[in-house]
Nanobody
Framework: QVQLVESGGGLVQAGGSLRLSCAAP????????KGWFRQPPGKERQFVAA????????NYADSVKGRFTISRDNAKNTVDLEMNSLKPEDTAVYYC???????????????????WGQGTQVTVSS
């Protein structure tokens, strides 16, 4: 069973920043696109950002464009999400995910991903 491990969540005031990181111990996903999703309280899981296997292509939800940056380090087998200018509506459990196919498209659809982390809570206070 492949396990993705997120870290970096926490409580921050509106306007603040957090950096989430996701690692995949024991498995290399160097050739797979990776993504971040979130699930706000009482709502369905939402796409946040995705990055291609090479890092050359990224995709963001409109709600986070200009504030969030996704990046990856294939040598370390990690994917990060830098979150700036945080708003209370960014409060959610954040999940990292790995695409089901190597060299896949940068997808915003959760069905394109078949490896998921356990989630990390991000809470933004007003």
């Amino acid at each position: 069973q492949v396990q993705l491990v997120e870290s970096g969540g926490g409580l921050v005031q509106a306007g603040g920043s957090l950096r989430l990181s996701c690692a995949a111990p024991g498995r290399s996903f160097r050739t797979y696109a990776k993504g971040w999703f979130r699930q706000p309280p009482g709502k369905e899981r939402q796409f946040v950002a995705a990055i291609s296997w090479s890092g050359s292509t990224t995709n963001y939800a409109d709600s986070v464009k200009g504030r969030f940056t996704i990046s990856r380090d294939n040598a370390k087998n990690t994917v990060d999400l830098e979150m700036n200018s945080l708003k209370p509506e960014d409060t959610a459990v954040y999940y990292c995910a790995v695409d089901q196919n190597p060299y896949g498209m940068v997808s915003s659809e959760s069905g394109s991903y078949n490896y998921w982390g356990q989630g990390t809570q991000v809470t933004v206070s007003s």
